[in-house]
């Protein structure tokens, strides 16, 4: 078996193929590159960390069991996300989510590049209410915004990631963005 030097060099289909075939050190370099991208799928959808890291954790578990279902001539990072996103869909399916959102995520960063003080404050201010409207919308309507606009797959992978026809999916995100304008627009008036 290789070592851990060699699977960092090692491309995803090359790694998920030792894993699979019990190298543990291969199936950790997959974990080790794109723990904090699932981790982040999480962490937008449920809008709770503790959460967010035991559905990342639990996310790379259940993928490992089904490596047999990864096709190796794909990149890892969409099909661990979409583990991921299933996941987090079945558990906000359970529950209404969450709120206020971290505070700390929604403090204005420090002026880093001489910006304007107050523009940096209504641009912190603009992403808190995007991110208050995405954690409102319902679970289908969420997991859909997720996958496209924030993980950028097409209307067919987030079909095939959530078992929807297309037509389906173009449909929770039309509905899914005229909640979100609905409910911006209400922020403001």
Known sequence: MAGLGEAGDANDGELAQRAHAGDAAAYGALVERYQGAVFNVCYRMLHE??????????AFLRAHARLELYDTARPF???????????CLNHLEGQ????????????????????????????AEAAAAVRAAIAGLPPHYRVVIELRHFQDLSYSEIAAALGKPVSDVKSHLFRARKLLAD?????RG
């Open 77 to 87: 990072g969409p099909w661990i996300k979409r583990v991921a996103a299933n996941l």
């Open 49 to 58: 960390r503790a959460a967010a890291e035991d559905l990342a954790q639990e």
């Open 183 to 187: 409910a911006l627009a209400q922020q």
């Open 96 to 123: 209404r989510p969450s709120l206020p959102l971290d505070e700390e995520r929604d403090a204005p960063d420090p002026d880093p590049l001489g910006q304007d003080p107050a523009a940096v404050q209504e641009a």
